[in-house]
Structure formats: C-alpha cells, structure tokens
C-alpha cells in the first residue's frame, strides 16, 4: 500500500490544481496547506467532491463529506485512502 499513497496524493494535487486553472489561478498546492487558502471557493469544493468521485471511481458517502475531510490535500487523501480500502475489502 505505501506505493499506492504517494500516487494518491498526485491525483488529489492535480485536481485541486485543475480546479484551480479553472478559476485562472494558480498556486503551490502543499498537501498541509488549507484548500481555502490557496484559492477554493464553496463551489470548487463541489467540483472537487465530485472530480474525487470521478478519478477515483465510488461515491463518497453523505457521512463523509464534511468540511473536515476537505480541509487540505492530506485530510482528502485520508479519506479516499479509507474509502478505496473499505471497498475493496467489501
């Protein structure tokens, strides 16, 4: 599994930076860093929501879509991370 994170990562990166191109914006997205504060909007979250859904291929749960989970790069790796286990597990 320790191969698969850093992968992981990337591709949330790079949504956030593809939503982020969207807005003409253009900032070093580091995983710590708040996804507010390097230019997401309440609307891009939802794009991001689903962007997640879509490169990831499942639906994330009503549960787990809080503001928690969204805050930064690492806490949406988390959860993906816990998602794609739980279904493969499933």
């Known amino acids: 599994m320790q191969s698969f994170e850093p992968e992981l990562r990337n591709r949330i990166i790079k949504l956030v930076?593809?939503?982020?191109a969207q807005n003409s914006l253009s900032a070093?997205?580091?995983?710590?860093?708040?996804?507010?504060?390097v230019g997401l909007t309440s609307m891009d979250m939802v794009n991001l929501m689903l962007g997640v859904e879509a490169e990831f291929d499942f639906t994330i749960p009503q549960s787990e879509i809080t503001p928690e989970n969204f805050q930064s790069v690492e806490t949406l790796e988390r959860m993906v991370a816990t998602q794609l286990r739980l279904a493969t597990a499933a």
């Open 17 to 20: 930076k593809g939503i982020l």
């Open 28 to 37: 070093d997205v580091a995983p710590s860093a708040k996804l507010v504060d």
